[in-house]
């Protein structure tokens, strides 16, 4: 945040205006901005985590939730996620729901073991 805060500084940005900007002051294009979008997706693999977690761990919520997170998943393909990572975290979505409905030590590998 100390460094957007700079940059709008530097660039002399209007506290209500746009943040990011060129050298010389001018705000960026919206062409610029989703190049920079898909810059950012294309080197943070985190983006096609946040689409399939998103995706996975709506399915038994309800159709509210499953809309939410089919736009958060959008979001993140226009972001540049790497789309061939998402059904594998929309299977480690899954995972976590079913985990999380488990009672706590059920998984006997979890469990520690007996003391004699």
Not at 16 to 42: E, F, K, M, S, V
Request: some cysteine; overall charge positive.
């Amino acid at each position: 945040m100390a460094r957007l805060a700079q940059h709008a500084q530097e660039r002399h940005a209007p506290p209500d205006g746009q943040l990011l900007r060129y050298a010389d002051g001018r705000p960026i294009t919206h062409r610029r901005y989703d190049h920079l979008w898909d810059r950012i997706g294309r080197h943070l693999p985190w983006v096609a985590e946040v689409a399939g977690l998103a995706l996975g761990t709506s399915e038994s919520k309800g159709e509210e939730y499953r809309v939410r997170a089919q736009a958060v998943a959008e979001l993140c393909c226009l972001a540049g996620a790497d789309e061939p990572l998402i059904p594998g975290w929309i299977d480690e979505g899954r995972r976590r729901v079913n985990v999380r409905r488990k009672p706590p030590f059920s998984d006997p590998a979890m469990r520690a073991p007996r003391r004699p």
